[in-house]
């Protein structure tokens, strides 16, 4: 947050703000007081129907966001702030003028289309006196930004678009939905799923019938951390889009587990775990040490597909990112390695 020592100066800073962007704040509906994120099971996801029902003829529409909250937005906005969704937007052929520092610096597939985007801080903490110079006409956020969109509703008509609980798929369609691009979201699905299937007929000849994969994460979260993943996050196009399978071990470790930032294993569990005849090795670099202790130790040395040759080492800005885009570029680069 950001603060004045002069109340009055700060109102003003604002009002100031609101005439520059001609958009005026969101209009809040019933649950207008609701400050809580909503639960998983209860929180809905606003329905194209529901979200274009009110498009009138000066250009702006009423969409129900995630938290309940009735916005008045532009049907055509142009100049968009974004705290996470960028990867959809490029997929959708939409480039905003403004999104948060990770977007900026963490998503390879992306990293060629996002020239001239300004950063505009932290995604839960965005900056707000840059967001307000940067004149957006529409600010779109995640749950997490909750307790900020009353602050940068001052600024432009901001809408809470969910990510937790939903796929990458889900997350296009729901950004579609707000931008009003759903027809552009479903022709993108189409396409990845065509590119999924030449992928597959790609990798026929070069996969072996029984042949099993495993996914090794080194680093990451935290010092002296292992992991392995099943067909979540990192995994997805491994074993949901390309159908290759995995060990039965990780299997019923995968399906057991809490799955939500890969299964912790100790080095001792090397050989249980990660026993597939071929690797996908991700390396972060917050721990090089432990990267070497691991990669030079007999346990690893013994694997399978360390001593077949067969350990794909790849990049964690690409691999390591849930989204549309990625997950389009992890194809192309999973194709390349299997079949060189």
Not at 26 to 38: D, H, K, T, V
Not at 153 to 175: C, N, Y
Not at 217 to 238: A, D, K, M, P, W
């Amino acid at each position: 947050m950001f603060i004045r020592k002069n109340v009055m100066l700060l109102a003003a800073f604002f009002l100031a703000a609101v005439l520059i962007t001609g958009c005026g704040k969101g209009e809040e509906g019933s649950n207008a007081g609701q400050s809580a994120l909503p639960s998983s099971s209860a929180a809905e996801s606003p329905s194209p129907s529901e979200s274009a029902q009110s498009a009138d003829p000066s250009g702006t529409r009423i969409y129900k966001d995630a938290l309940g909250r009735e916005v008045e937005i532009p049907t055509h906005p142009e100049r968009i702030i974004t705290s996470q969704y960028l990867p959809q937007m490029i997929a959708l052929g939409i480039k905003p003028i403004g999104a948060a520092t990770h977007l900026l610096t963490g998503f390879d597939a992306i990293k060629d289309q996002i020239g001239g985007i300004e950063d505009v801080g932290p995604a839960n903490e965005l900056n707000i006196e840059k967001a307000l110079t940067l004149q957006p006409d529409l600010i779109l956020v995640a749950e997490w930004n909750k307790d900020s969109v009353e602050q940068l509703s001052k600024i432009a008509p901001t809408v809470v678009v969910q990510w937790a609980d939903k796929d990458p798929f889900g997350h296009l369609r729901e950004v579609a939905d707000v931008l009003g691009k759903t027809d552009e979201a479903e022709q993108w699905i189409q396409a990845y799923e065509k590119k999924s299937e030449e992928a597959r007929s790609k990798l026929a000849g070069h996969v072996a019938d029984g042949e099993t994969f495993g996914v090794v994460v080194i680093g990451g979260y935290e010092n002296r951390q292992l992991r392995v993943y099943g067909s979540g996050n990192v995994g997805y196009t491994l074993f949901e889009t390309l159908g290759l399978s995995m060990t039965d071990r990780v299997k019923a470790a995968w399906e057991k587990g809490d799955n939500g930032q890969g299964l912790a294993i100790s080095l001792e569990q090397l050989p249980e775990l990660a026993s597939a005849d071929r690797l996908f090795l991700v390396t972060f670099h917050n721990d090089e040490d432990f990267v070497k202790e691991v990669e030079q130790s007999k346990l690893w040395a013994n694997l399978p597909a360390v001593k077949n040759d067969k350990v794909y080492t790849v990049d964690d800005g690409l691999w390591f990112s849930y989204d549309v885009m990625s997950f389009a570029a992890q194809l192309d680069d999973a194709v390349r390695l299997l079949t060189r």
